[in-house]
């Protein structure tokens, strides 16, 4: 039932310089309040790469990446961020690490401004291997940002709102960027400018990304590497290429 | 006439003090969601504070500083012991606590600074009287009800316009989001309790020259300070000081109509309040994720 092997297979052009794992997982359980959702998880993740986590409706995927940086399940086992297990750890130490999350439903404060939801980020950063994220460069790159900087945070379209949560997330000078669910809620046009075109890029930049997505398609398109979940523990842990060969696998675990 | 407008000045001093002290309370409250019984003390400590500082001669503006700082600390140190270990308890286990708490500093304060009624030395400066509409106004009142005003412009300010208060806000949303953004969200609650208790001893100073420092006058304050909190509304600037400013002047008038039965007057308009507004005179932001 449980696969813990990691994932091997390599993008052919990263073949050159063997890439760091910067995540490594192994025999992880979480859970809450004793009762384990997930149990004997492990994987890795390469610097630059993005790693799908798929999986049904509720079967752990939030609870898996919240329990990477210990915000909110019981977590055992070993958690390894860029070499620290950092289990235990309270959030704001692991974030500092340089990794950032924009949560299932986004996070962001309706009852702050804008501007104020992104200096939160700042506020706390205290990352190692600042990314060099700015106020400024958040302004550049998403102009519909600047321009609604005084705003308050709810008043912004739901694309509006994702675009202001992965620059928060980034603005801890984050290098890997969990995101979960992140095209929930959006329209198809918004998915394709505010999302793919985003992850795209960040990868060009380096960033790490975990995606957890329902949308298969959509993230087999946009990962080099996948884990899909079933029944508490990895079933599949491979390469995003395979993934889509292997519609066994897709019919029996994603339901496509 | 001329009555009235000083009456109204009166009200507007108490209401100040009630501002303060409830502000320290309320911030704790809807922040931490945890019940101080202990913030009475801390107004008295205050009190005491400044009433011992005037005593020595030392320049007497030092002593609201002086008063600050002490409840500040003293709010470091419950915040250590035992308080962190109650922030996520239930109400019940924290009034439990703090209650005793208070009863035991209310027995250290008789102990250390006796049980008479202490009243500070006014300075010079501050003594006399200014008249109003013809009429005499003490001008300590008058320097307490100015310095509250500004302190609570600069409270306002600083939880409405700086990034500290910005981090504040969003951790009573939600304190694991704030986290997840590299916050160290433990020391944000110690910096709001230590500004909390220092309010409070801060308010103190500034009442001890109007109400004296005696035992019981913690609990009086305590009770009037969550009084205000509630029909304020929960975790709302604005809420909080129109409830001080409705306290206050109710207060004062009661005492004016019908001295022996002013308590229960303020009372019963306190109460009429919270049946018509349950939530509070303002209701609390809802919670925004
Ligand atoms: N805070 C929580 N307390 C208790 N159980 C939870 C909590 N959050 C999620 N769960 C349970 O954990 C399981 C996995 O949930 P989740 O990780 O949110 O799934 P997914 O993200 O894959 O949809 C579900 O059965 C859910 O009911
Ligand atoms: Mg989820």
Redo the contacts between chains.
């Keep these: 039932m449980t696969a813990t092997a990691t994932a091997t297979a390599r993008r052919p052009d990263a073949a050159a310089a063997p890439a760091e794992d910067v995540i490594e997982v192994q025999g992880m359980a979480a859970g809450y309040d004793g009762a384990w959702i997930l149990e004997d998880i492990g994987f890795t993740a390469r610097r630059g790469e993005v790693l799908g986590v798929l999986g049904r409706n509720g079967v752990g995927k939030s609870t898996l990446v919240n329990g990477l ?1 210990n ?2 399940p019981t977590v055992t086992g070993r958690v390894l961020i860029k070499g620290r297990d950092v289990v235990g750890w ?3 130490r692991i ?2 690490l340089g990794i ?2 924009v ?1 299932q ?8 401004t804008v501007e ?1 939801n992104l ?3 700042l ?5 190692t291997a600042a990314n060099g994220w700015t106020l400024e460069r958040v302004y550049d790159s998403f102009a519909k940002l600047g321009q609604r900087r005084h705003v308050s945070a ?1 008043a912004l379209s739901g694309g509006e709102r994702q675009l202001l949560a992965m620059s ?2 980034l603005l ?1 000078q984050a290098d890997i960027l969990i995101l979960d669910e992140p095209t929930e809620g959006l329209a198809p046009m918004v998915v394709e400018e505010v999302i793919v075109g985003n992850i795209r890029s960040l990868r060009r930049e380096g960033v790490t990304v975990i995606l957890v997505e329902q949308n298969i398609a959509l993230a087999l398109d946009l990962a080099d590497q996948a884990i899909v979940l079933s029944d508490g523990g990895i079933v599949f842990c491979g390469s995003a290429d395979t993934l889509k060969q292997r519609e066994d696998i897709q019919n029996e675990y994603l339901g496509v | 006439m001329e009555y009235y407008v000083i009456q109204s000045l009166n009200a507007l001093v108490f209401a100040v003090i009630l501002l303060l002290s409830g502000l320290g309370l309320s911030v704790v409250m809807s922040l931490m969601n945890f019940v101080n019984l202990t913030h009475g003390s801390l107004y008295l400590l205050g009190s005491y504070i400044a009433v011992f500082w005037m005593a020595t001669g030392q320049p007497w503006y030092l002593a609201f500083p002086a008063a600050f700082l002490g409840g500040a600390a003293a709010g470091l140190i419950l915040d250590r012991f035992p308080f962190q270990l109650f922030y996520a308890r239930t109400h019940l286990m924290q009034v439990l606590l703090t209650y005793g708490l208070s009863v035991v500093f209310a027995d250290l304060m008789r102990w250390g600074f006796g049980a008479h009624i202490a009243t500070p030395q006014i300075p010079e400066l501050l003594r006399g009287v200014v008249f109003i509409l013809d009429t005499p106004f003490p001008i300590y009142r008058l320097f307490v009800l100015a310095s509250g005003v500004v302190l609570a412009a600069g409270l306002w300010f600083l939880f409405d316009r700086t990034i500290w208060g910005a981090v504040v806000r969003a951790c009573v949303v939600d304190t694991r989001i704030v986290e997840a953004l590299g916050i160290n969200t433990k020391h944000v609650f110690t910096a709001v309790l230590a500004l909390s208790c220092g309010l409070g001893a801060l308010s103190g100073a500034l009442g001890s020259g109007i109400l004296a420092a005696f035992p019981g006058l913690d609990e009086e304050i305590l009770i009037l300070a969550f009084i205000v909190v509630v029909v304020g509304g929960l975790g709302t600037f604005s809420g909080v000081a129109v409830s001080a400013l409705v306290l206050g002047f109710t207060m004062t008038f009661a005492k004016m109509l019908s001295p022996e039965f002013s308590n229960l007057m303020s009372l019963a308009v306190m109460a009429g309040i919270l049946i018509w507004r349950p939530d509070g005179l303002i209701a609390a932001t809802r919670r925004e994720v």
């Design positions: 940086l915000l909110g309270p959030t704001h974030v500092r950032g999350i949560p439903g986004r996070g962001i404060f309706g009852n702050l104020d200096r939160l980020a506020f706390g950063a205290r990352a709810s928060r997330a801890t």
